[in-house]
């Protein structure tokens, strides 16, 4: 599979940081997106009503060469491997 394009894809952009590059997907606006994806990697949370969560930004990221893939929603990181976060990915 093409991790590249596949993020691409999602919406993943590539943003270079001073640790090296990072493709990212961050969410802050999208009530029901947030929601869909937390469904999608399996995280509790809670609802306040029937379309607001209680999460400020969800961040989805992984290294340039698809390690370090991480799973971020208010100070809450999860560490995932490789291939399960893009399975993920590709449910989004």
Same mark, same amino acid.
């Given at each position: 599979?093409?991790?590249?394009?596949?993020?691409?894809?999602?919406?993943?952009?590539?943003?270079?940081?001073?640790?090296?590059?990072?493709?990212?997907?961050?969410?802050? #606006? $999208?009530?029901?997106?947030?929601?869909?994806?937390?469904?999608?990697?399996? !995280?509790?949370?809670?609802?306040? $009503?029937? $379309?607001?969560?209680?999460?400020?930004?969800?961040?989805?990221? =992984? !290294?340039?060469?698809?390690?370090?893939?991480?799973?971020?929603?208010?100070?809450?990181? @999860?560490?995932?491997?490789?291939?399960? @976060?893009?399975? =993920?990915?590709? #449910?989004?």
């Amino acid at each position: 599979m093409n991790y590249g394009n596949l993020l691409k894809e999602k919406g993943f952009v590539l943003n270079t940081y001073p640790e090296g590059k990072f493709w990212e997907l961050v969410i802050t #606006n $999208d009530e029901s997106k947030k929601e869909h994806i937390c469904k999608i990697f399996e !995280a509790d949370i809670e609802l306040f $009503d029937s $379309d607001t969560t209680d999460i400020d930004t969800l961040i989805l990221q =992984c !290294a340039e060469n698809f390690t370090k893939c991480l799973f971020y929603y208010d100070c809450n990181p @999860f560490d995932m491997e490789t291939k399960t @976060f893009m399975k =993920c990915v590709e #449910n989004i």
